[in-house]
């Protein structure tokens, strides 16, 4: 079956300095989703992408789809505490259910 | 608020007894989704609705859990004979299908099976 694999697993950085996580589906993808999870908290809508090769930014998030719909790279710069918490894709091959990568867990030290 | 509610919010149970969760979705949402979610992992896909119909179930998921949507509005998840296995963080989403599957994730429901 379809699965979707995230990495860095964790990752660590100081205030101020860039993240990024990627996310590879193992079949080609109809749109890509990204989520973030608070700590205690539940999965938040981010952005969707569905064309190949797009690119969409929300302030400092930069979001890439690639141009195969394969995989896709989630770019945060310039980190800050509120940016703490594990990012998830999500991926959605035609009309099947979303296929969640394990998360990628910022940590930010001030 | 009209996001999506999950109760209960915490659920502690002995092993070998039976659980139910209520899933209530965003009104005009018609698919429903539950996952499970232990520390460290993603959501995992468990079944879905779309109105009231059951469209589809996951291989992993074990005949101890069986979900319902029968009015096509609020779900339930019921899972007999709890293992401690099961204790883990039941999701709900909902969607509006349109050509994509924006989910909205409710707060979830925390298992424990002692």
């Known amino acids: 079956g379809q699965q979707v694999m995230q990495i860095p697993q964790y990752q660590h950085v100081q205030e101020g300095e860039d993240f990024t996580t990627y996310c590879n589906s193992s079949?080609?993808?109809?749109?890509i989703q990204w989520y973030k999870q608070r700590p205690g908290g539940h999965p938040v809508f981010l952005i969707q992408?569905?064309?190949?090769?797009e690119v969409k930014k929300q302030k400092r998030l930069t979001f890439q789809f690639g141009e195969a719909k394969k995989n896709s790279s989630l770019h945060i710069t310039a980190t800050q505490t509120t940016d703490v918490g594990t990012y998830f894709c999500?991926?959605?091959?035609?009309?099947?259910?979303?296929?969640f990568g394990k998360g990628t867990r910022l940590s930010v030290i001030a | 608020d009209t996001g999506v509610s999950q109760n209960p919010r915490h659920k502690i149970t002995k092993r070998g007894q039976n659980v139910t969760f209520r899933c209530d979705p965003i009104?005009?949402?018609?698919?429903l989704y539950w996952y499970r979610q232990t520390l460290g992992q993603g959501p995992e896909f468990l079944t879905y609705?779309?109105?009231?119909?059951?469209?589809?179930k996951s291989r992993l998921l074990s005949d101890r859990f069986s979900a319902e949507r029968p009015k096509g509005s609020f779900s339930t998840l019921e899972i007999q004979r709890t293992e401690q296995g099961d204790s883990a963080m039941y999701l709900c989403?909902?969607?509006?299908?349109?050509?994509?599957?924006?989910?909205?994730f409710g707060p979830g429901t925390r298992l424990t099976v002692l």
């Open positions: 009104s005009e949402h018609n698919r």
């Open positions: 999500a991926g959605q091959a035609g009309n099947t259910p979303l296929v």
């Open positions: 989403a909902s969607s509006l299908t349109k050509s994509t599957d924006t989910q909205y």
């Open positions: 992408l569905v064309k190949s090769g």
């Open positions: 079949t080609t993808l109809s749109n």
């Open positions: 609705f779309q109105n009231e119909a059951q469209l589809e």
